[in-house]
């Protein structure tokens, strides 16, 4: 089973920027795809923000937050990253970060929503307020 654990959480102002970190461990298939979610205060169900192919690198991202957002993954330390950009008030939500094993080369454009990642970390709070 993979394990995920997510860091680099906190409060933070409109406008500023954030970067959060999913360090994975236990990974014994070929590929994986790794995504980050959130769940925002009072909504039911996580959104989808972007997904990551560990072995290509290839990504995908919602509409939402295309252009402020970038993922990005460091094979070497099994960590899978979350640059945010332009942060906002909506932004507030918990971050999680998922993982399936998937076939080398799988299209990751495939791979956006919850239903599909067998395997969860906790989450860490991001809050955006001033």
């Known amino acids: 089973q993979v394990q995920l654990v997510e860091s680099g959480g906190g409060l933070v102002r409109p406008g500023d920027r954030l970067s959060l970190s999913c360090a994975v461990s236990?990974?014994?298939?070929?590929?994986?795809?790794i995504a980050w979610f959130r769940q925002s205060p009072g909504k039911d169900g996580r959104e989808w923000l972007s997904?990551?192919?560990?072995?290509?690198?290839?990504?995908n991202y919602a509409d939402l937050v295309k252009g402020r957002f970038t993922i990005a993954r460091d094979n070497a330390a099994n960590t899978v990253y979350l640059q945010m950009n332009s942060l906002e008030p909506e932004d507030t939500a918990v971050y999680y970060c998922?993982?399936?094993?998937?076939?080398?080369?799988?299209?990751?454009?495939?791979?956006?929503?919850?239903?599909?990642?067998?395997?969860w970390g906790r989450g860490t709070q991001v809050t955006v307020s001033s």
């Open positions: 236990g990974l014994t298939a070929e590929n994986y795809g």
């Open positions: 998922a993982a399936v094993a998937i076939s080398p080369k799988w299209p990751v454009v495939s791979l956006f929503w919850e239903g599909q990642f067998n395997d």
């Open positions: 997904t990551i192919g560990l072995d290509d690198g290839n990504n």
